[in-house]
């Protein structure tokens, strides 16, 4: 089964930052829609930024200002920069790229720990 590839994950102090990388192999192709969720214990899985081919955004309401997510097309790879990081922002932090098929594929999640 093909999977993601992330990395870029764990332990920073409150208000500094991180960058998540995310990388669909190359017999990936035709990605649409690239996005990050998040996963903290004892809740469900949420959506914190996804990004079309197109270029259009969506961020969750508690990351909008904090959070940037970009793309690099030609490396098939999406990012997340994280600013500001909060203690609540601990999770576990999940890529996923839907092509136009459609298929939808998931990394393994990567840990992301914020201390206060």
């Known amino acids: 089964q093909v999977q993601l590839v992330e990395s870029g994950g764990g332990l920073v102090q409150a208000g500094g930052p991180l960058r998540l990388s995310c990388a669909a192999p190359g017999r990936i192709s035709s990605t649409n829609t690239m996005g990050w969720y998040r996963q903290a214990p004892g809740k469900q899985r949420e959506v914190v930024a996804t990004l079309t081919s197109g270029g259009s955004t969506n961020y969750a309401n508690s990351v909008k200002g904090r959070f940037t997510i970009s793309r690099d097309n030609n490396k098939n790879t999406v990012f997340l920069q994280m600013n500001s990081l909060k203690p609540e922002d601990t999770a576990v932090y999940y890529c996923?790229?839907?092509?136009?098929?459609?298929?939808?594929?998931w990394g393994q999640g990567t840990q992301v720990t914020v201390s206060s």
């Open positions: 996923k790229v839907v092509t136009y098929v459609p298929l939808t594929y």
